[in-house]
C-alpha cells in the first residue's frame, strides 16, 4: 500500500463557530484566530494506493466558482488537489474509488470542474466509482434547513444519473485495510475510514475531530446537527483510538496533521503531534 496526505484549497472558518460553546477566552489559547475571529483550516484528503485501486477520500472544496457560495470563506485556491495528485505520480483519471465522508461542499468540492473551453461543468474523476453513505445521501438531497446552505448540490446529484454511485448502506470494508465507519453526529452517516498500514493504523477523524483542539468531548463544532451524539461518538472512538494505539489524521487542522493518544484523568488527550510524512520512516 502507498499512502499520500494531499491538501486541497484552505480556508477561513468562524471560531466560534469551530468550537461551538467552548468560549474564546479557552480556544484562542490552543487555535489562534485572526482579527476577524476567523481560523485557518485545511482541508486534507488521502491518496491511497492499494491492489490496483487508487482510492482518493475526499476532495475538498474544489475550485474557485463565481455564484457567492465560497464568500465568508477566505478561500485560499494555492494549494490545487490535482496538481498534488500528480505530485504524487498519479493522475485524476487514475482514480479508481472516491470516498466522501460526506457531502457538505468543503469535502466534495472538487468533484466537478467547468471545462475552460465548452464551460461545461464536468467531472475531475471520470472514472472513479463514488462510495457515500445511503443516510448521508438522503440527507443531502432532502437537506434541513439548517444544514440546507452546507450542500451544493450540482457537484453530486448528477451522480445518480451515472453508474458510478455506490451507496453504502452499513459499515463497510472498502479493502481488506480500509474500514468506513459510520456517525451521526456532525451530520448524518458521516462515514470516516479507519486504515491499517505496515504496523500502523490510522484515524481520519474528520468532521468528528476536525483538529487536535478539537479532542476534549465538549469541544463540539457549532456546524453539528447533534451535539450530543458527537460526544458520544468522541467518546467511543478515542477510547478504541486510545487502547489500540491508533494515529488520528487531522482534516482540519492548520497547524497540526496527526498525533497519537494518551489517557489521562481528564480524559483521552493528544500524547506527540506527528508529522504524516515521518510516520513511517522512523527506522
Ligand atoms: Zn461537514
Not at 475552460?116 to 438522503?138: G, M, R
Request: net charge negative; charged share 25%; with cysteine.
Amino acid at each position: 500500500m502507498e499512502l499520500f496526505l494531499l491538501d486541497t484549497p484552505k480556508f477561513k472558518i468562524d471560531g466560534g463557530a469551530f468550537f461551538g460553546i467552548v468560549p474564546k477566552t479557552m480556544w484562542e489559547k490552543k487555535y489562534p484566530a485572526d482579527e476577524n475571529n476567523m481560523c485557518n483550516a485545511a482541508c486534507r484528503s488521502i491518496l491511497i494506493k492499494e491492489s490496483g485501486r487508487l482510492i482518493l477520500i475526499d476532495n475538498g472544496i474544489g475550485e474557485k466558482n463565481d455564484s457567492g457560495s465560497q464568500d465568508g470563506y477566505f478561500v485560499d485556491f494555492s494549494e490545487d488537489l490535482e496538481g498534488n495528485i500528480k505530485k504524487t505520480g498519479f493522475d485524476p483519471k487514475d482514480i479508481t474509488d472516491v470516498v466522501l465522508t460526506h457531502l457538505h461542499f468543503d469535502h466534495c468540492g472538487g468533484t466537478t470542474k467547468i471545462d475552460a473551453l465548452t464551460k461545461n461543468e464536468i467531472s475531475v474523476f471520470p472514472n472513479a466509482n463514488y462510495y457515500i453513505s445511503q443516510i448521508q445521501w438522503d440527507n443531502a438531497m432532502n437537506p434541513n434547513y439548517r444544514e440546507k446552505s452546507s450542500y451544493f448540490k450540482n457537484k453530486f446529484e448528477f451522480l445518480a444519473d451515472t453508474n458510478k454511485l455506490r451507496l453504502v448502506k452499513q459499515e463497510l470494508y472498502l479493502t481488506p485495510n480500509i474500514h468506513l465507519r459510520f456517525f451521526n453526529g456532525h451530520t448524518p452517516g458521516l462515514m470516516l475510514p479507519v486504515i491499517r498500514h505496515e504496523d500502523k493504523t490510522l484515524f481520519f477523524a474528520g468532521d468528528l475531530i476536525p483538529a487536535l483542539a478539537s479532542i476534549p468531548l465538549a469541544w463540539v463544532s457549532a456546524y453539528d446537527l447533534y451535539p450530543l451524539t458527537s460526544i458520544t461518538e468522541k467518546q467511543e472512538i478515542l477510547k478504541e483510538a486510545e487502547q489500540n494505539n491508533w494515529i488520528i489524521i487531522f482534516q482540519h487542522d492548520y497547524y497540526n496533521e496527526c498525533c497519537n493518544l494518551i489517557l489521562t484523568p481528564r480524559g483521552v488527550r493528544a500524547n506527540k503531534y506527528l508529522k504524516f510524512n515521518e510516520l513511517f520512516n522512523e527506522n
